[in-house]
């Protein structure tokens, strides 16, 4: 059984398109959290939803809206897509982080490509 | 917010090496993990170690809070340890830093 699972994996699409990214999390946890990887590989946090509540909103266009509708899933829509939101994301789930700290667990990532 | 920094950038071994990755962070840390990221994209829980050493078959890890430092070593390497190496912490905030990882390459 898949703990974090994402669809899709891989997504193509034109500049202006407005796209959703999935994510749900088998494990009874808590706290999720959506990563963006750039072609550098460096991975940074975008949002962070705990028991369907945002707790983290990073510096992030308000083109990017995620939505919780429940504890189990944390879905990322990206609306007027642009050539720079080209990236990997990641959806990743934890039992309460602000509990002192526990081990977080990622889905395998969807890569977007707006051409 | 924490910094975490990883080195080296890059590393290039020969089949059987052994091989010591590095992570200095800034502030105390209650979460610390270790991932491989493998040519497929896929990032691979290694080890939960806010403190303390664990092993796991060719791999172990320390991590020393009170210095602020963890070290991943991996023995005997084999050409599928190949991959980016990351380390992410997190500390009063309730979000994982990472660092910009440790690209390994493992040569037959």
């Known amino acids: 059984d898949t703990a974090v699972s994402q669809t899709p994996k891989y997504l193509v699409t034109q500049m202006g398109n407005d796209k959703s990214i999935k994510c749900e999390q088998n494990l009874g946890h808590d706290t999720m959290y959506w990563y963006k990887q750039d072609s550098k590989k460096f991975l940074k946090i975008m949002f962070s939803y705990n028991n369907k509540e945002l707790i983290i909103n990073e510096t992030v266009p308000n083109r990017f809206s995620p939505k919780s509708p429940d504890k189990a899933h944390l879905n990322l829509h990206i609306n007027s897509l642009e050539l720079g939101d080209s990236a990997v994301y990641f959806c990743a789930s934890s039992p309460d982080m602000g509990a002192g700290g526990t081990e977080a667990f990622f889905g395998q990532g969807t890569r977007l490509t707006v051409v | 917010g924490i910094q975490v920094e990883q080195s080296p950038p890059d590393l290039i071994l020969q089949e059987g090496a052994n091989s010591t990755l590095r992570c200095n962070f800034s502030d105390s840390v209650n979460n610390l993990q270790w991932f491989h990221q493998n040519p497929w994209g896929q990032l691979i829980n290694l080890f939960y170690?806010?403190?303390g050493t664990k092993q796991n078959g060719r791999l172990s890890a320390t991590t020393v809070a009170t210095e602020r430092y963890s070290l991943l070593y991996i023995s005997s390497s084999q050409t599928t340890d190949s991959g980016v190496y990351f380390c992410?912490?997190?500390?009063?905030?309730?979000?994982?830093?990472f660092g910009s990882g440790t690209q390994l390459t493992v040569l037959p």
């Open positions: 170690i806010p403190s």
């Open positions: 992410a912490a997190s500390g009063s905030a309730r979000q994982l830093t």
